[in-house]
T-cell receptor, first 111, second 110 residues
């Protein structure tokens, strides 16, 4: 399977703290995306980082990509209760023209 | 502007029954996808359609068929449902890289 892996599987933090989740993947990629899924809903695209980029920001989100380690991290700063959701990384591999989703990290932000 | 819609939202089937899950988009995107989501497994691609009139298998196509009726609609059919097909099914459309998801269909096969 080409599926990437998120780490940790579950994360619980207090409101106002930062949340970091990681994604590792297996072979060369064109790009890596992060999605959020609120309970019982469809996934929502958060951010895309291309293989030639190392860092991207979007509001309170910061994504890094280390192609030498085949890993990415998503940092959510100053977390809010509304950030409680599952977060998925999705990789577009160069050898496979479709996106592969990881199993996700479940984030709980406690008010 | 509804984006991506799916029907039904919930369905319970008995083993061996058939059903069709419907997906429609008003985003005018070419690519459409069907995924299933099981606990701890992320999303797995069942079938996709790069454009009207074309379909192709994803990671887990067995037990499913699809039809890309026109640019707007992409349906997923279970000919003989099995308990292993109990899952949440998501339709998605994409423009270049970003995917837009429907709200999902929760299917239980008993």
């Amino acid at each position: 399977s080409q599926q990437g892996e998120e780490d940790p599987q579950a994360l619980s933090i207090q409101e106002g703290e930062n949340a970091t989740m990681n994604c590792s993947y297996k072979t060369s990629i064109n790009n890596l995306q992060w999605y959020r899924q609120n309970s019982g809903r469809g996934l929502v695209h958060l951010i895309l980082i291309r293989s030639n980029e190392r860092e991207k920001h979007s509001g309170r989100l910061r994504v890094t990509l280390d192609t030498s380690k085949k890993s990415s991290s998503l940092l959510i700063t100053a977390s809010r209760a509304a950030d409680t959701a599952s977060y998925f990384c999705a990789t577009e591999y160069t050898s496979y023209d479709k996106v592969i989703f990881g199993p996700g990290t479940s984030l709980s932000v406690i008010p | 502007n509804a984006g991506v819609t799916q029907t039904p939202k919930f369905q319970v089937l008995k083993t061996g029954q058939s059903m069709t899950l419907q997906c429609a988009q008003d985003m005018n995107h070419n690519s459409m996808y069907w995924y299933r989501q099981d606990p701890g497994m992320g999303l797995r691609l069942i079938y996709y359609s790069a454009s009207e009139g074309t379909t192709d298998k994803g990671e887990v196509p067995n037990g499913y068929n699809v039809s890309r009726l026109n640019k707007r609609e992409f349906s997923l059919r279970l000919e003989s449902a099995a308990p292993s097909q109990t899952s949440v099914y998501f339709c998605a459309v994409s423009s270049y890289y970003e995917q837009y998801f429907g709200p999902g269909t929760r299917l239980t096969v008993t």
